[in-house]
């Protein structure tokens, strides 16, 4: 399997294939190069790693998209984590933990962002 291969695989795991399927979709010559990169290297290298779960991976994610402020990976990783088994109440966790290091003003607007995404439930193919 090569690592686009396996990253795809995961991707998709992660995100879902509604969300893949139209990431793929939306490239063009200009991002075709950009999207390769993502899920090989990102997908199919650091995510495929064997010294952490995906769970963790997932929270970590989170705590760093969260503290880096963006908004719009941190709802579709808070999706992924859901996917990746990871609990609401430790969401809540890592967004608490993330309110320490990061600041608070990152983990309200995170707060605001998860709720929003526990607020859609199972539509999202997650479910909280």
């Not at 991707?11 to 399927?21: C, H, P, S, T």
């Not at 430790?90 to 607007?109: C, F, H, K, M, S």
């Not at 526990?118 to 479910?127: I, P, Q, S």
Request: hydrophobic share 40%; with cysteine; charged share 25%.
């Amino acid at each position: 399997m090569t690592n686009y291969d396996r990253g795809i695989e995961i991707r998709r795991a992660v995100l879902g294939d509604e969300y893949v399927d139209a990431a793929l979709t939306r490239q063009d010559e200009f991002t075709a190069p950009f999207q390769d990169f993502i899920t090989r290297s990102a997908w199919g290298d650091v995510w495929a790693r064997p010294g952490l779960d995906r769970r963790t991976r997932s929270c970590i994610t989170v705590a760093i998209l969260a503290a880096l402020g963006h908004e719009r990976e941190l709802g579709i990783h808070l999706r992924g984590a859901l996917r990746n088994g990871v609990t609401t109440d430790e969401l809540r966790e890592v967004l608490l933990q993330t309110a320490i290091y990061a600041g608070v003003p990152a983990a309200n607007r995170a707060f605001a962002v998860a709720q929003e995404i526990l607020a859609e439930g199972d539509d999202n193919g997650a479910g909280p």
